[in-house]
């Protein structure tokens, strides 16, 4: 069964402090994905990560994937406050049925 | 512009009467699913479909129906709606090729059922 665990749950941070939000996944997957929500918003899609090794950067954050550790962390760098939402970490099947699971969110709070 | 709609965004209901949610997508995305928001549980996969008349089941399906009669649309039919389905819907689309199953959401669609 594919499971997703993101941790921490909760994470408030002071502006300018950088931090790590870390995904685990519970069997083979090789696509990864990582999202962000706005409080009362949709998600819009983050980074998309596509095999092992792979870095992405996006302004103050970069997204890495270990498919081998089945471990893709979310790096912040020098947080504002403009980052507070809840991130979250995808996986998705690919390989007989195409189900997609999402791990529980990561709440991030920046305070100035 | 490329985007997936939800109707309605908010709906109040009681227990039992049939309701529908209605999503289109225009970006001509071969995939598409529905989740369910609920605090503390992240987003779960009720259905999903790789293309016309293909659809299967996703984490929770339980209570749901989908159909995918064209390639544009997917609604999720609740036939009798019970209290424990109160929740944040959203409907998403995807390419889901060999590159990417990155997802497209939809706004939402707050369902209250008393």
């Known amino acids: 069964e594919l499971k997703v665990e993101q941790n921490p749950l909760f994470l408030s941070m002071q502006e300018g402090k950088n931090y790590t939000i870390y995904c685990n996944y519970s069997?083979?997957?090789?696509?990864l994905y990582w999202y962000r929500q706005d409080p009362g918003k949709s998600l819009e899609s983050l980074f998309v990560?596509?095999?092992?090794?792979a870095v992405k950067q996006e302004g103050r954050l970069m997204a890495s994937l270990d498919t081998k550790a089945r471990l893709s962390t979310l790096h912040i760098t020098a947080a504002v406050h403009d980052l507070s939402a809840t991130y979250f970490c995808?996986?998705?099947?690919?390989?007989?049925?195409?189900?997609?699971?999402f791990g529980t969110g990561t709440r991030l709070k920046v305070l100035a | 512009e490329a985007q997936v709609t939800q109707n309605p965004r908010y709906l109040i209901t009681v227990t039992g009467k049939k309701l529908t949610v209605t999503c289109s997508q225009n970006?001509?995305?071969?995939?598409m699913s529905w989740y369910r928001q609920d605090p503390g549980l992240g987003l779960r996969q009720i259905y999903y479909?790789?293309?016309?008349?293909?659809?299967d089941k996703g984490d929770v399906p339980e209570g749901y129906k989908v159909s995918r009669k064209e390639k544009r649309n997917f609604p999720l039919i609740l036939e009798s709606p019970s209290p424990n389905q109160t929740s944040l819907y959203f409907c998403?689309?995807?390419?889901?090729?060999?590159?990417?199953?990155?997802?497209?959401f939809g706004e939402g669609s707050r369902l209250t059922v008393l």
């Open positions: 998403a689309s995807s390419p889901w090729d060999k590159n990417t199953g990155e997802l497209f």
């Open positions: 069997t083979t997957s090789d696509r």
């Open positions: 990560l596509l095999s092992n090794g």
């Open positions: 995808a996986v998705d099947s690919t390989s007989g049925t195409y189900k997609y699971i």
């Open positions: 970006m001509n995305h071969e995939y």
């Open positions: 479909s790789m293309n016309v008349e293909v659809t």
